[in-house]
């Protein structure tokens, strides 16, 4: 309710997010930056951006490649060790038609899946239920994040 009721944010949040002027940051290394999502599909859905505003795939260099790919890596290894996942769903939307709903800013999602997680409050309510705050998941991520050296 409060994200279909409250005022949509109309700054990009991975900017915002290295402005420190976001609660839900984990990470911010030398060239990417790790947030949770507001709006996850389950607990532990996090994005990861590169640092530099951009919204084609073409416009990395091959050094923010291979830091966004070490960030992924990282993540992951991070949410298995905290939330015990059976698998994870990584991916990239690039453009509205292909589902981006932060178009200007590329990012990648990194989504922790476990046998049943779909269930049929999501398949025929079109509800999500996640079942630990926001807040309590940052808690126990954050940590870990830190301890890879970013800010």
């Known amino acids: 309710m409060e994200y279909i009721s409250g005022e949509k944010e109309r700054d990009c949040i991975f900017c915002r997010a290295l402005l420190d002027r976001d609660e839900l940051t984990l990470y911010k290394g030398s060239l990417s930056v790790v947030v949770m999502n507001k709006y996850p599909y389950i607990n532990g859905h996090l994005l990861v951006a590169p640092k530099r505003h951009m919204s084609s795939f073409d416009d990395l ?7 966004l790919l070490k960030t ?13 996942p059976e698998g994870f769903n990584v991916g990239l939307n690039l453009g509205k038609a292909a589902g981006a709903g932060i178009e200007d800013h590329l990012h990648f999602h990194i989504v922790p899946r476990w046998h049943g997680d779909t269930n049929a409050m999501t398949v025929i309510g079109e509800v999500r239920v996640i079942p630990e705050h926001l807040k309590a998941t940052y808690q126990k991520l954050k940590p870990y994040f830190e301890a890879l050296g970013g800010k």
């Open 61 to 67: 260099t091959t050094e923010e490649m291979g830091d």
């Open 72 to 84: 992924i890596k990282d993540s992951i290894v991070i949410l298995r060790k905290v939330m015990k």
